[in-house]
C-alpha cells in the first residue's frame, strides 16, 4: 500500500488511495466505539496498545469545541498520553515563535503535534522544523484534513460511493477551511459539488477547485444527495457583515421546506459550530435526516485513523 505521509496538512496533497486507506481504518473504528458503547469492549480496548507511551500534543490557537475535544479522546483510545496547550496558556502569549514552542514541545518530547492557527500555512512551517508529525487541525481559512474526511466517512455510510453523488456546500466559500477541504476531498471521491452563498462569498475562480457555482439556494441544492451548510465566518471577514445576519438568515438558511424539496434519501450536514436559525432552523438540525451528531462521532474515528497512519509511520521516536 501507497505509504501515509509523516504530515497531515491538507487534502489537496492526499492521493485517493491515501484518503481511501485512512476511511476504511476509520470506518472499522467508528464500528468498534459502537460496539463499545453496546458494551463489547473488546477491541476498542485492543487499541489501546497503538499509541502506548506516546504524547500527543494539542496546540489550539482558536477556539474549538469538537476538534480538540475529539483529537483528546481519539489519542487517548489509541493509549496515547495527551498535552493540551492554548495560546493563553502557552509561551507564545509571551512573544516565542511559533517554530521554537513547537521544537521545545518535540524536546520535551512530544511524538505528534495537532495544531490550530489562524494563519494559514502555520502547521506547514512547524512541519519544516520538527521531526515529528504534524496534523493539521485548521490553519486560518486555507484547509481543515480531518474534518473533510470525517465529513466524507459520514457520507459515505449514507450514500455508499460517493461517485457522481451531488453535494451542495452552503455560504462562506471565501473563508472556509472547512469548505476548501471539501472540495479536494470529495473531488477526489468521484463527487460532484454545487456550491452557492452570498455573492461577496463566493472567490472568484473557485471552479477550478472543481465545482459548479449558483446564486440561489433552491438553485444550489437541487438534486443534491446531500447539503452542508457552513457558518459565516465572521472573525475572517472583519467588520464588515457581509451580509446581516437576518438577510443571510432569509435568502440562504435551509429550512424544512428546503428538505423536502430533495429526494427522500437526501441528509444535510453543517461542521459546528451551528447558528441556530441562521444557516439552518432547528427543525432540520434536530431532525432525523441531519447527520450533525454523526460527523461528530466520526470526528473521533477519523482522527484516531489519522494519529495511527502518521504515527505509524514515523514508527519509534526518530
Ligand atoms: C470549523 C472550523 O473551525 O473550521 N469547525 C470545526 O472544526 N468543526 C467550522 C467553523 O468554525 O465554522
Redesign the pocket.
Request: charged share 30%.
Given at each position: 500500500m501507497e505509504p501515509f505521509p509523516q504530515h497531515l496538512l491538507g487534502i489537496e496533497t492526499l492521493t485517493r488511495a491515501q484518503i481511501d486507506a485512512l476511511l476504511l481504518l476509520a470506518a472499522g473504528y467508528k464500528r468498534e466505539r459502537r460496539e463499545a458503547r453496546e458494551g463489547n469492549r473488546d477491541a476498542l480496548d485492543a487499541h489501546r496498545r497503538v499509541l502506548a507511551g506516546r504524547t500527543v500534543v494539542t496546540l489550539f490557537f482558536?477556539a474549538?469545541t469538537?476538534?480538540r475535544s475529539s483529537f483528546e479522546v481519539a489519542a487517548r483510545s489509541l493509549g496515547a498520553d495527551v498535552i493540551a496547550l492554548q495560546k493563553e496558556g502557552s509561551s507564545v502569549s509571551k512573544g516565542e515563535t511559533l517554530a521554537d514552542t513547537a521544537k521545545n514541545l518535540e524536546a520535551a518530547s512530544a511524538d505528534a503535534l495537532v495544531m490550530?492557527h489562524p494563519f494559514s500555512g502555520a502547521p506547514h512551517l512547524v512541519a519544516r522544523e520538527v521531526r515529528c508529525p504534524v496534523i493539521n487541525a485548521?490553519d486560518g481559512a486555507h484547509e481543515?484534513p480531518t474534518?473533510a474526511l470525517l465529513d466524507a466517512l459520514s457520507l459515505r455510510e449514507h450514500l455508499g460511493d460517493l461517485t457522481g453523488k451531488t453535494i451542495a456546500i452552503i455560504g462562506d466559500l471565501a473563508h472556509?477551511?472547512?469548505a476548501r477541504s471539501n472540495l479536494h476531498c470529495l473531488n477526489k471521491l468521484g463527487a460532484r459539488v454545487r456550491v452557492g452563498g452570498p455573492a461577496t462569498l463566493i472567490p472568484m475562480g473557485i471552479e477550478k477547485l472543481g465545482c459548479t457555482v449558483h446564486h440561489t439556494l433552491a438553485e444550489t441544492i437541487a438534486g443534491a444527495d446531500a447539503v452542508m451548510c457552513?457558518?459565516i465566518?465572521q472573525e475572517r471577514i472583519g467588520d464588515a457583515r457581509l451580509p446581516s445576519t437576518r438577510d443571510y438568515a432569509r435568502r440562504w438558511g435551509f429550512t424544512q421546506a428546503h428538505l423536502d424539496s430533495l429526494a427522500k434519501h437526501a441528509v444535510v450536514m453543517h461542521?459546528?459550530?451551528v447558528n441556530r436559525g441562521v444557516e439552518i432552523v432547528s427543525e432540520v438540525l434536530d431532525g432525523p435526516r441531519s447527520l450533525v451528531m454523526d460527523q461528530v462521532d466520526s470526528g473521533v474515528a477519523v482522527r484516531m485513523a489519522a494519529l495511527a497512519l502518521c504515527l505509524g509511520r514515523a514508527g519509534a521516536k526518530r
Open positions: 482558536e474549538s469538537r476538534t490550530r485548521g481543515h474534518q472556509s477551511r472547512v457552513l457558518r465566518q461542521p459546528g459550530p
